[in-house]
């Protein structure tokens, strides 16, 4: 069955640092998701993305397809003690369920 | 507009018991997801339910493990004779029809002694 691979499972990371998290899937997925759950909560929906090679930005954070729509980036900018939490990439194969990585953990030190 | 409601929030049961999980999804969806999350792990899907259907139950333990989406009322997931392993945060997920993106409620808290 479909598998989604994130990596790394834990990042420390001084604040004003960059910070990427990076998802890979075992098959060709139809969309790709990211959410951010903050410790204690519930995950909450980031962003889509569909198309091949696809970038999007919230503010400091940089979102990428890859080409052969299997692999994702998230990328945080100069993060924050806000940033703190874990962040999910789930991937949608076609005609069929969502399927969420096992997350990386992001800490941050002020 | 209610988020994906959840409760309870909280759960402990002793080993034996049954654990109900109940879930009313936002207003209008009418897809409904159950993961189970253990602590600084990742959310392992459980089963997608549509309106009076199950559509995918393939992460349900084969025992003791069950869930339904009624025509009226919240969806609710069941585990009979809980064991301490079923402890875990238990999150609901819903969607509109049609569309894949999930909205999660805060999550049901199961503490089995």
């Known amino acids: 069955g479909q598998q989604v691979m994130q990596i790394p499972q834990y990042q420390h990371v001084q604040e004003g640092e960059d910070f990427t998290t990076y998802c890979n899937s075992s098959t060709t997925l139809s969309n790709i998701q990211w959410y951010k759950q903050r410790p204690g909560g519930h995950p909450v929906f980031l962003i889509q993305?569909?198309?091949?090679?696809e970038v999007k930005k919230q503010k400091r954070l940089t979102f990428q397809f890859g080409e052969a729509k299997k692999n994702s980036s998230l990328h945080i900018t100069a993060t924050q003690t806000t940033d703190v939490g874990t962040y999910f990439c789930?991937?949608?194969?076609?005609?069929?369920?969502?399927?969420f990585g096992a997350g990386t953990i992001l800490r941050v030190k002020s | 507009n209610a988020g994906v409601m959840q409760n309870p929030r909280h759960l402990v049961r002793r080993r034996g018991q049954e654990a109900r999980l109940r879930c009313s999804p936002v207003k209008g969806h009418s897809h409904v997801y159950w993961y189970r999350q253990l602590p600084e792990e990742g959310l392992k899907f459980m089963v997608y339910l549509q309106k009076e259907n199950i559509i995918d139950e393939s992460g349900m333990p084969k025992e003791r493990f069950s869930a339904e989406f009624p025509k009226e009322g919240p969806s609710i997931l069941r585990i009979q004779q809980v064991v301490r392993g079923d402890s875990a945060a238990y999150f609901c997920a819903s969607s509109p029809a049609g569309a894949n993106v999930l909205t999660f409620g805060a999550g049901s808290r199961l503490t089995v002694l």
């Open positions: 789930a991937g949608l194969e076609y005609g069929n369920k969502l399927v």
């Open positions: 993305l569909v198309k091949s090679g």
